[in-house]
């Protein structure tokens, strides 16, 4: 029998369609891989400064190679020579996260607070999908162990649908907690080497009313309640209260992100929401341009020989993490800043 070559080449064609539907059809999905070789820590031993956050960069493990999204998990913590450390897989504490976006524009501390809440947590985590270690402020070295001690060792199961590895002999080496910043406190000793600091001053056009043409200040840092102020003060030489008000330059109602400014013959007082700043690497009109440290300006003018007017400032970038009343006190040690014109 003839068979039109036309209608065959038709029902030929609709045959190849259908086979390449069933072949399309009956193809394994792609397959999930998962590289052992290649899903690694690039860092192993993590070293967080305790009291303050804490978290690694997402680039410290090694993706290549494998399906993402990967899972993370820490399992079998233990101090070095083998105890369990509940503290790190067991144990859960409150801790203060935000749940709405801090802006820097808010104006009472009750206004912060809301935008904040306290869930349990581990007060050290691994990210579950990015294996990025993250360790909570609240931790301490009361709960934790702390340098020079040689901390804990620990695993990490990585895994996706296409398998599963362990990661072993992760080690987490803890500094004791430096409560602020500039910080004169030893991270393994959580000793103050000197009583105080003297980074992060600068002084503009500011000389000594005894003739000294650099004024050495130093800044002492001191908690003094679990309360939530914080308060400036200002020393001469001899140890005495210099009037704050001689500063008569400072924008004293915007110094910091603070409320209820109470400003007396020896001190400037705020009630604030710790830590400060509140949040890091976000930059508000209270912080320096990186968002980093807390900027404050203590400012004045003077005329100086010849009529020339001068603005001086002594400006002290800082963060403190712990919260409580703290005061920053500020020694002028070996000459008094001039306030008077001359």
């Avoid at 976000?282 to 968002?291: H, L, S, W």
Wanted: proline share 7%; net charge positive; with cysteine.
């Amino acid at each position: 029998m003839k068979i039109n070559l036309k209608i065959f080449l038709f029902l030929l064609s609709i045959g190849m369609l259908g086979a390449a539907s069933c072949v399309k059809r009956y193809l394994p999905e792609e397959r999930v891989q998962f590289s052992h070789s290649n899903a690694q820590y690039i860092s192993t031993t993590f070293t967080p400064t305790l009291g303050r956050p804490y978290l690694t960069d997402v680039s410290n493990f090694n993706f290549t190679g494998s399906t993402q999204p990967l899972t993370f998990k820490i399992l079998n913590a233990r101090t070095l020579s083998g105890d369990p450390a509940p503290e790190i897989t067991t144990d859960v504490y409150p801790v203060k996260v935000w749940k709405q976006q801090y802006t820097g524009l808010e104006t009472s501390l009750k206004e912060i607070e809301d935008k904040r809440t306290v869930e349990p947590h581990h007060l050290f985590e691994v990210r579950p999908n990015s294996g990025q270690f993250l360790m909570w402020p609240e931790a301490s070295s009361k709960i934790f162990r702390s340098q020079p001690d040689s901390g804990y060792v620990f695993d990490v199961q990585v895994g996706n649908s296409g398998g599963s590895k362990y990661i072993s002999g992760l080690r987490l080496k803890p500094l004791k907690e430096r409560p602020y910043e500039p910080s004169n406190i030893d991270p393994v000793t959580g000793q103050a080497t000197v009583p105080y600091v003297r980074n992060n001053l600068t002084f503009t056009n500011v000389v000594g009313e005894a003739g000294a043409t650099f004024v050495d200040g130093v800044v002492f840092f001191r908690r003094k309640g679990d309360g939530n102020s914080l308060t400036f003060k200002f020393l001469d030489t001899a140890q005495h209260f210099i009037n704050p008000n001689k500063f008569k330059l400072t924008q004293w109602t915007t110094l910091v992100h603070g409320f209820d400014m109470k400003l007396s013959d020896t001190a400037a007082s705020y009630t604030v929401a710790y830590p400060v700043p509140l949040i890091d690497q976000f930059p508000t009109k209270y912080t320096n341009p990186a968002g980093t440290l807390a900027h404050v300006v203590f400012a004045w003018s003077r005329i100086g020989f010849g009529q020339q007017f001068f603005n001086c400032s002594i400006a002290f970038d800082f963060k403190i993490y712990q919260p409580g009343d703290w005061e920053v006190i500020f020694w002028f040690r070996n000459d008094n800043p001039k306030f008077s014109d001359g």
